[in-house]
Nanobody
Framework: QLQLVESGGGLVHHGGSLRLSCAAS????????IGWFRQAPGKEREGVSC????????YYADSMKGRFTISRDNAKNTVYLQMNNMKPEDTAVYYC???????????????????????WGKGTLVTVSS
């Protein structure tokens, strides 16, 4: 079965850290751009960070810059999102998505669902307590 599986979500205190993982099953991530997106209750899904297939291009949404780091380990077929100095407003379900032919990582993150991703994961819940 071809799927992306997110893991690593949970409850963390304000200022704490979490590392999310996005693992591919049934296919390789080597040639795919990967994005992390999140959706808070009552809000639209928004782009968090996106990374190109080579890792050479990375985009962060403004509110994540300096706090979140995206990385990929193609040998492990996994992309990570390290989240530091977390805030209650980071509370959301976090999703990863894959696309085989992006224009830019910013476009992938900005357009999100409208970009026509090849795969979406089912999400992992992150809760940041105040």
């Amino acid at each position: 079965q071809l799927q992306l599986v997110e893991s690593g979500g949970g409850l963390v205190h304000h200022g704490g850290s979490l590392r999310l993982s996005c693992a591919a099953s049934g296919f390789t991530l080597d040639y795919l751009a990967i994005g992390w997106f999140r959706q808070a209750p009552g809000k639209e899904r928004e782009g968090v960070s996106c990374i190109s297939s080579s890792g050479g291009s990375i985009y962060y949404a403004d509110s994540m810059k300096g706090r979140f780091t995206i990385s990929r380990d193609n040998a492990k077929n996994t992309v990570y999102l390290q989240m530091n100095n977390m805030k209650p407003e980071d509370t959301a379900v976090y999703y990863c998505a894959a696309h085989s032919s992006i224009t830019t990582t910013q476009a992938m993150c900005d357009r999100g669902v409208a970009y026509g991703m090849d795969f979406w994961g089912k999400g992992t819940l992150v809760t940041v307590s105040s």
